[in-house]
């Protein structure tokens, strides 16, 4: 199993991104897909959760901002994250089960 997440970067407050997770070694309907994030000296918050049956779940925070999706195609899941805030920024990890992605960075900044 590998989880490989990319599409952080900088933006300013307002500003999208769509973050990405590449999966390797299983389906995407086997299991729920979720995002976290830790924000700087904070602990693991998660953020959003698809599950097999492609239901999804939000932190509140994030609710009508974010949306989480998959690709089954493409063994993908995504987190497009619109109208971001500078209390956004954190590393993003993408997990399923026992598995993490090694992060990505997202700073909110002007």
């Known amino acids: 199993v590998q989880l490989v997440e990319s599409g952080g970067g900088l933006v300013q407050p307002g500003g999208s991104l769509r973050l990405s997770c590449a999966a390797s070694g299983f389906s995407l309907t086997s299991s729920a897909m979720r995002w976290y994030r830790q924000a700087p000296g904070k602990g693991l918050e998660l953020v959003a959760t698809?599950?097999?049956?492609?239901?999804?779940y939000y932190v509140d925070s994030v609710k009508g901002r974010f949306t989480i999706s998959r690709d089954n195609a493409k063994n993908t899941v995504y987190l497009q994250m619109n109208t971001l805030k500078p209390e956004d920024t954190a590393v993003y990890y993408c997990?399923?089960?026992?598995?993490w992605g090694q992060g990505t960075q997202v700073t909110v900044s002007s």
């Open positions: 698809i599950s097999a049956g492609g239901n999804t």
């Open positions: 997990n399923r089960l026992r598995s």
